[in-house]
């Protein structure tokens, strides 16, 4: 697909986040920009195919534009913008109060997700994922990638969506609508392979991280996730079982952060010591 050239000075920056920024535009405001950093020249067109796969599935995300490209080289995509949008991460930040309603509205938003089936041929499996993703991990020994093969192998195959990237950074809402953004992990797989990234985020990031990407410290996000797990899996089960079910899934994410940041991550793969 060949990318529209833009200026840049058309559009007024918004925030950035660990692949690039965001933009809108000055006379447009139903546009919205995600321009990428220069190292990503692959990386938008990808999240632009696969945001129109899910768009075209029936997921709640903003409409998918085009694949565009500045006068330096910095390739991105042009989305439909929600006005008044607000993450929930930054919601929760802005208004601690308010955390046990973000979190049952969000708890919702992944159990109706989790409630969709897809079409496995338009979709990856989140298992064939991160098997492909370990063989190219140079983090891991030979043994430690047999364990968590193993364990990957032993999860049931499931036609479930999935985002792929699950955290409450990646969930928006404007007035009584809702929407998942940053789609270009979504595949389909077990529940649990989302469940465990909203763990990573409330319990292993480190409190920098934590502090950068979602505006609180760790306390405050530890905090919505107990309250999360309780409006996802119900009030009948406690939160200690539930955490044990879910840290390995977590630790699995250590695999997709390490191909994000190309180095290891000490802090994350904590959660893999029932594996490894």
Same mark, same amino acid.
Request: hydrophobic fraction near 40%; aromatic fraction near 12%; charged fraction near 25%.
């Given at each position: 697909?060949?990318?529209? @050239?833009?200026?840049?000075?058309?559009?007024?920056?918004?925030?950035?986040?660990?692949?690039?920024?965001?933009?809108?535009?000055?006379?447009?405001? $139903?546009?919205?920009?995600?321009?990428?950093?220069? #190292?990503? %020249?692959? &990386?938008?067109?990808?999240?632009?195919?696969?945001?129109?796969?899910?768009?075209?599935?029936?997921?709640?995300?903003?409409?998918?534009?085009?694949?565009?490209?500045?006068?330096?080289?910095?390739?991105?995509?042009?989305? &439909?913008?929600?006005?008044?949008?607000?993450?929930?991460?930054?919601?929760?930040?802005? #208004?601690?109060?308010?955390?046990?309603?973000?979190?049952?509205?969000?708890?919702?938003?992944?159990? &109706?997700?989790?409630?969709?089936?897809?079409?496995?041929? &338009? +979709?990856?499996?989140?298992?064939? @994922?991160?098997? =492909?993703?370990?063989?190219?991990?140079?983090?891991?020994?030979?043994?430690?990638?047999?364990?968590?093969?193993?364990?990957?192998?032993?999860?049931?195959?499931?036609?479930?969506?999935?985002?792929?990237?699950?955290?409450? $950074?990646?969930?928006?809402?404007?007035? #009584?609508? @809702?929407? +998942?953004?940053?789609?270009?992990?979504?595949?389909?797989?077990?529940?649990?392979?989302?469940?465990?990234?909203?763990?990573? %985020?409330?319990?292993?990031?480190?409190?920098?991280? %934590?502090?950068?990407?979602?505006?609180?410290?760790?306390?405050?996000?530890?905090?919505?996730?107990?309250?999360?797990?309780?409006?996802?899996? $119900?009030?009948?089960?406690?939160?200690?079982?539930?955490?044990?079910?879910?840290?390995?899934?977590? $630790?699995?994410? %250590?695999?997709?952060?390490?191909?994000?940041?190309? =180095?290891?991550?000490?802090?994350?793969?904590?959660?893999?010591?029932?594996?490894?």
């Amino acid at each position: 697909m060949e990318a529209e @050239r833009i200026d840049i000075n058309d559009y007024v920056l918004a925030g950035a986040g660990s692949n690039g920024e965001s933009y809108y535009h000055r006379s447009a405001p $139903g546009i919205m920009l995600k321009l990428y950093f220069p #190292d990503r %020249t692959h &990386q938008p067109l990808n999240e632009l195919l696969m945001a129109r796969k899910v768009y075209d599935a029936g997921i709640s995300t903003p409409e998918p534009g085009n694949y565009v490209v500045t006068a330096d080289g910095r390739y991105g995509i042009r989305f &439909q913008r929600i006005i008044g949008k607000k993450s929930f991460a930054r919601a929760v930040s802005e #208004d601690p109060s308010r955390m046990g309603e973000y979190a049952a509205s969000f708890a919702a938003m992944c159990r &109706q997700l989790h409630a969709t089936r897809v079409d496995t041929s &338009q +979709f990856e499996s989140e298992k064939d @994922r991160y098997a =492909r993703m370990l063989v190219d991990n140079p983090f891991f020994t030979v043994g430690e990638k047999d364990k968590l093969l193993r364990f990957i192998d032993e999860v049931p195959e499931a036609e479930t969506a999935l985002h792929g990237d699950l955290h409450f $950074g990646n969930a928006v809402f404007a007035g #009584d609508k @809702r929407y +998942f953004i940053d789609l270009g992990d979504f595949c389909h797989g077990c529940p649990l392979f989302d469940i465990g990234m909203v763990y990573m %985020t409330g319990r292993l990031n480190t409190p920098d991280y %934590t502090r950068e990407a979602f505006h609180m410290d760790n306390a405050t996000a530890a905090s919505f996730w107990e309250a999360f797990a309780a409006e996802y899996f $119900g009030p009948g089960r406690p939160l200690k079982d539930i955490e044990e079910e879910v840290r390995p899934y977590a $630790g699995l994410k %250590t695999i997709m952060v390490e191909r994000d940041t190309r =180095r290891p991550m000490p802090e994350l793969r904590v959660a893999l010591n029932t594996i490894i």
